[in-house]
Structures are given as C-alpha cells and as structure tokens.
C-alpha cells in the first residue's frame, strides 16, 4: 500500500535554529497537509496545500512557518527559528480529495518528533 | 465551526470485555466526513474508518463496530472482546466540507489500556 514518508523521524534542535521537516506524499495526491501533536495532546491542523499554494492554514501557522513543494515529490515544513512550544509531533499527510471525493480521508505518515532544547 | 467531543479522557477494561468509545461532534455543513484514528505507543496514525454524513449504514469489521446517529451527532466506536493489542489512544475525527474545506478537525483521544 503507498505510504507517506517523513524524515527525520526525530529531530533534536537548538531554540532559534531553523528545522526543515521533509515529506513525500503519495504520488497521485494532490492535497498535502501538515498537523502538529504537542505531547499529550490531540492533533491540530497547520496548513493544506494545493496546486502549489497554500489553500488554507490555522491561527498556529504563524509568520515562522512556512511550506514548500521544491520538486515533484517533496513537501517540506520550515520552521524559521524554533521555540521551545514547538516541541511536537509533526504529521505530515495527503490525499486524493482533488476529485472532490474523500475515501480516507487523508494518509499519513509516521511522524517527525521535533525536540527543541 | 466545527468541534469533536471525545468526553472519555481514559478507558481501562480487563481483556476480552466490550468497550465503547463515545464521539460526539458538532457541524453546521449538511455534508460531512467522520473517521476514527489510531495512535499505538509507537506514534502513527492509523486509519481505522470514514463515514459520510448521508450513509448512517452501522459497520462491523472484525472485532470493530461503529455507530453512526445523525440524530444525537455522535458516532461510536465499539471494540469487541478487546486485546492487549487494541491499547493505545484513539481519535475521533470531522472533515465538515463546507466552502471546500478539507481539514481535519481531532478530538482529544481517548487512551484505551486493556489489561491482560
């Protein structure tokens, strides 16, 4: 079955240095998202992605987020200069949805633990 | 706007009894998207079930069953004989299509521990 992979799987930072998440969705999805899990919590939306721009992002995608498709496969997650409450799960996921239909909903990958110290 | 209600923060059950996960979920669109997700010790996010707010047909798969009732918006998740396996914290979830919005709007999670 097609997976999404994210890379790092964790990523241990200094507070202020930029991090790069990396995701390749699945190949013939056209939707890309990315959600966040502080620990112990519930997931939170980020930002969606379409067609090379962003169709929708939450209060949370502040002016230190930023997202880009640099080719045809990847999908990243910039933080410019981290805090330490950006410690979380980054999920990274995509979907089909640019037929108007929903199967699963989306699809997502395993993960970015991102620690900032 | 749109909301989903996990009330259960922490389920324990001795294995093989039934549990039932409560989600209840608010939305003004008339088209909607409801799923259930798993999250295992290890992290990921596991699909486990959508639902389409015009289809209430109730799913079984396995030792899993939904329950799906526009009329009080909530939609169960019932596990059946559970197994130290089903441990883990699962996520009720609401696409509300409105204006073309695709995002994913989570409950809390409701931790599952089942106790051999």
């Known amino acids: 079955e097609p997976e999404v992979t994210q890379t790092p799987s964790h990523q241990v930072t200094q507070m202020g240095q930029e991090v790069i998440l990396r995701c390749v969705p699945i190949?013939?999805?056209?939707?890309f998202y990315w959600y966040r899990q502080i620990l112990g919590q519930k997931v939170e939306f980020l930002v969606s992605?379409?067609?090379?721009?962003?169709?929708?992002k939450s209060e949370i995608f502040d002016d230190q987020f930023s997202v880009e498709r640099p080719d045809g496969s990847n999908f990243t997650l910039k933080i410019r200069s981290t805090k330490l409450e950006d410690s979380a799960m980054y999920f990274c996921?995509?979907?089909?949805?640019?037929?108007?239909?929903?199967?699963?909903?989306?699809?997502f990958g395993s993960g970015t633990r991102l620690t900032v110290v | 706007a749109q909301k989903v209600t996990q009330a259960q923060t922490e389920i324990s059950v001795v294995e093989k009894e039934d549990v039932t996960l409560d989600c209840v979920y608010e939305?003004?669109?008339?088209?909607?998207?409801l799923f259930w997700y798993k999250q295992p010790p290890s992290g990921e996010l596991v699909f486990l079930i959508r639902?389409?707010?015009?289809?209430?047909q109730n799913e079984i798969s396995g030792r899993y069953s939904w329950n799906f009732q526009k009329s009080t918006s909530s939609f169960n998740f019932t596990i059946t004989a559970s197994q130290v396996v089903d441990s883990a914290v699962y996520f009720c979830?609401?696409?509300?299509?409105?204006?073309?919005?695709?995002?994913?709007?989570f409950g809390k999670g409701t931790k599952l521990s089942v106790i051999p």
């Open positions: 996921a995509s979907s089909e949805m640019g037929t108007g239909t929903v199967s699963k909903g989306y699809t």
């Open positions: 190949s013939n999805h056209l939707y």
């Open positions: 992605f379409y067609n090379n721009e962003i169709s929708e």
């Open positions: 939305t003004r669109d008339t088209t909607y998207y």
């Open positions: 639902r389409n707010s015009f289809d209430e």
């Open positions: 979830a609401l696409i509300s299509a409105g204006a073309g919005s695709y995002q994913l709007t």
